[in-house]
C-alpha cells in the first residue's frame, strides 16, 4: 500500500472511530494503479449492520450535478444546441431573469434569489411554479454562490432540447455510453446493496429513495441529485476525467479539459462547469460533494483522484460539522506526494 493509501485509510478509521461516518467505499487512482476499499459498516442507525457481500450502492446526491447532469450540457454545447452565452428564458420563457445565461447555472453564479415557503412539502407541479418564480439578484455573474436551483434549471434546459425528463436524459446519453456498471436513478431494480441514508421522522429509514427533499419531490425532473452509484462507477467518471480512457463521443476530450479551467464570467472566481476549481501546488484540481456525504477529488495534472462513497447522514453529524473533517480527507489526500507502490 502506497502512503497516500495509508494516510487516507487512517483518517477514516478516524471518521468510522468518532462516529462520523458508518463506513465507506471508494478509490483512489494513482496514475496506472488502482486502490478500492471498503471500511465500516453499512449503517450505524437504528443499529449497526456490516457491508454484506454484494457491491454497496450509494445515493451520491450532488454529485448527480457533475456525474449526470454537467456531461449531458457540455454534450448538447459540442452538437451546437446549446451555447453557453444562451438565456435560460429562451428553453424555459416562465423564468423572468432574462439575463441568466447557462454559464451562470453551470458556474453557479446566478446569484438565484427568493423563497419558496413550504418548500419541502410542495407538490410536484408546486414546486416547480415556486422556482421558475425565483430571479437572479445583483451579484449576478460576479459571485459564487452554490445553489441547487441552478441544477434545476439545467435539467430543464436539457428536457426542452432532448425532449426526454432529464434523468432519462443522462441515462440514455450519458450513464449507459460510459458503459457505468451500476449507476442507475432506480435503485429500486438494482441488484447490488442499496446503503440507506438517514433515518427520517416523516420518512422513515430512506433506503432506495433519494434523500434530498427538492428531488423526492421533482422526481425524474431534477439535474441537482436523484443519482445513486458504486465506487466502480466513480472510478470510471474519474479515469475519464483524468484523460486516462476517451469517451469524444460522449463529451469531446476538449470539453473534458475544459473542466480544469475557472469558467466563470469573469474567470476570478475559481468555479468550473459544476466543479469545484482549486489550485495545487504543480496546477488545477477539481472536486465535488454530495449531502450524503461522497467525495470526489480530480488531480489532472498528477494523474491522480479520490472517490468516496459514504452515508454519513445515517449519524446526523451536522452539514457544517461533516464539511470540515471531510476537507481535511481532501487535505490529506493532496498534500501527500506520489508515491510509487511498495
Known sequence: MTVINEQVMDYLQQLIDQNIIPGASGAIING??????????????????????RRPLYDIASITKV????????????????????????????????QVTVRHLLTHTSDIIGYIPNRNFLTATELTTGLLGLAAGDKLGREVRYQDVNFILLGWVAEQLTGQ????????????????????????????????????????????????PKTAILGKHSGAA?????SADLTIVAKWLLGQISYPDVVPDELITACFVDQTPMHTNNRSFGWDLRQGTTGNYIVHTGFTGPLMVIDRVNQRALVL?????????????YKQYREQLTQIFMQTKKTEPH
Not at 445515517?314 to 460539522?321: K, P, Y
Open 226 to 230: 436523484g443519482l445513486f452509484a458504486s
Open 32 to 53: 496506472s494503479q488502482t486502490f478500492s476499499f471498503r471500511i465500516g459498516d453499512r449503517l450505524a442507525i437504528p443499529k449497526r449492520e456490516p457491508f454484506s457481500r
Open 165 to 212: 425528463s432529464v434523468h432519462e436524459a443522462i441515462t440514455k446519453r450519458i450513464l449507459t455510453p460510459l458503459r457505468l456498471p451500476n449507476a442507475t436513478f432506480v435503485p429500486s431494480g438494482s441488484p447490488l446493496d442499496v446503503i440507506p441514508t438517514e433515518l427520517d421522522s416523516r420518512r422513515g429509514l430512506i433506503v432506495g429513495e433519494v434523500h434530498d
Open 309 to 321: 462513497l459514504t452515508n454519513r447522514v445515517n449519524l446526523f453529524s451536522t452539514r457544517q460539522e
Open 67 to 98: 456525474v449526470g447532469t454537467v456531461p449531458l450540457i457540455l454534450q448538447l454545447i459540442a452538437q451546437k444546441r446549446l451555447q453557453l452565452t444562451d438565456s435560460v428564458s429562451k428553453f424555459l420563457p416562465e423564468w423572468r431573469s432574462a
